[in-house]
């Protein structure tokens, strides 16, 4: 389930990405089948050992590294967001793209106002960011925002269901597994229905807002 659209990096074949956040290295995969060396880095280790283990407010890699760095759905859950972004720039070489995803706005507060349980649990998300917050961000790290998209539209009524059942208590939903396994059919392909549902209802309701932007001054 890739958030990004490739083509909107230029080229992607040959390009050293930095993937923060890595998590279970869905990004790690769709930006290496396109050709793209990926260095994952997360807080944690992944299950199968592979990535770099570090802190993302203080990656370990040299300055002006990486062609492209993504950042997705990690922001939300940090303390400190602005130095995160500012390290993330700071491997970035002067004409790279950087990628943001964060959850969207209106789908986002609807899941705070249904659930305290949502944004309150340790590691969950601790704040909301609307597109000017993240332009701001970006201006205060001399980067400027070319394009925004949402994605992943048919996920959002899924974690509205979660949060107005309990994130917890939802487990035991058979609602909610159904809808849960008709999105796994999708991300394989097997749902060309709900993929084209997913199409016309992301600017609306994506649930993922991205952002790619580039130095100001190269």
Known sequence: MNTFRPELFGTIDGALVLDVGSGGGRHVRAFGTLGATVVATDIAPSPDGAGVVADAHLLPF???VFDVVIISEVLEHVCEPARMLAESVRVLRSTGTLAISVPSFLP???NWLLSLEYHSVPGGH?????KARLRRMLGGSKMVAYKFHRS?????PYWWLKCLLGIEASKNS???RRYESHLIAEIGGARPGWSRADRWLNPLIGKSLAIYARRDSP
């Open 152 to 156: 992943h539209s048919i996920h959002t």
């Open 126 to 130: 601790i704040r909301i960011y609307s």
């Open 174 to 176: 058979a609602l909610v």
């Open 108 to 110: 986002e507060a609807v």
């Open 62 to 64: 040299r300055a002006g």
